[in-house]
């Protein structure tokens, strides 16, 4: 089976390796770069993108993360998406710029930041139950960025390449489709 990684420095990973399993693959835990080796995917969670920016730049495991995230397949949910993308606003912060995409944090504000919504999506199966925490709102996607689901004109479900991100929740669904294809991007 696939092992797949799944960031556990902070945030919502626990969520994610039962959804890795439950799908058949091996979910590992990444708390160190050396967690890295041999992977053949990496889950990046939801929480709270500065916190995560801070643990990873102690010692080499942001240059590590580097060059992973723009090697292999890698899952960016929320705070994750935040993480990889090209440009980040509200406030600006570092990133790995593997998606381009523009994204700006918290971009929902108080009484929408958090909401459970069924949205349309190009994956097969019929709309998608999405888990909205603090959301970020993806502002603009570069042309090699392939639009997987939206929310009000704004892409939430998104995928270049190796790497694939949402700005919501799949973890906290009841739907495994979106984890099922990042399976599926790194079979193929
Ligand atoms: N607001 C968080 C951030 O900016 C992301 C929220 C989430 O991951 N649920 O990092």
Same mark, same amino acid.
């Given at each position: 089976?696939?092992?797949?990684?799944?960031?556990?420095?902070?945030?919502?990973?626990?969520?994610?390796? !039962?959804?890795? +399993? =439950? /799908?058949?693959? %091996?979910?590992?835990?990444?708390?160190?770069?050396?967690? @890295? &080796?041999?992977?053949?995917?990496?889950?990046?969670?939801?929480?709270?993108?500065?916190?995560?920016l801070k643990s990873l730049e102690r010692g080499n495991f942001?240059?590590a993360l580097n060059t992973f995230v723009h090697t292999t397949?890698?899952?960016?949910?929320?705070?994750?998406?935040?993480?990889?993308?090209?440009?980040?606003?509200?406030?600006?912060? !570092?990133?790995? +710029? =593997? /998606?381009?995409? %523009?994204?700006?944090?918290?971009?929902?504000?108080?009484? @929408? &930041?958090?909401?459970?919504?069924?949205?349309?999506?190009?994956?097969?199966?019929?709309?998608?139950?999405?888990?909205?925490?603090?959301?970020?709102?993806?502002?603009?996607?570069?042309?090699?960025?392939?639009?997987?689901?939206?929310?009000?004109?704004?892409?939430?479900?998104?995928?270049?390449?190796?790497?694939?991100?949402?700005?919501?929740?799949?973890?906290?669904?009841?739907?495994?489709?979106?984890?099922?294809?990042?399976?599926?991007?790194?079979?193929?």
């Amino acid at each position: 089976p696939l092992t797949i990684g799944v960031l556990a420095l902070q945030g919502a990973f626990g969520a994610h390796a !039962k959804v890795v +399993a =439950a /799908l058949g693959a %091996t979910p590992r835990p990444v708390r160190l770069p050396e967690h @890295l &080796d041999g992977l053949d995917g990496l889950i990046m969670p939801g929480g709270e993108s500065t916190t995560m920016l801070k643990s990873l730049e102690r010692g080499n495991f942001y240059d590590a993360l580097n060059t992973f995230v723009h090697t292999t397949p890698t899952f960016g949910t929320c705070a994750g998406c935040i993480l990889l993308a090209t440009d980040v606003s509200s406030p600006a912060q !570092k990133s790995f +710029a =593997a /998606l381009d995409i %523009t994204v700006q944090r918290n971009a929902y504000g108080r009484q @929408l &930041d958090s909401t459970i919504l069924t949205e349309p999506t190009t994956l097969p199966g019929g709309p998608l139950e999405m888990v909205f925490i603090r959301a970020p709102r993806i502002d603009r996607t570069g042309p090699a960025v392939e639009v997987l689901a939206s929310r009000d004109e704004h892409p939430v479900l998104v995928r270049q390449g190796h790497i694939l991100a949402a700005t919501f929740h799949p973890e906290l669904g009841h739907d495994t489709r979106v984890h099922q294809l990042f399976l599926d991007m790194i079979k193929a």
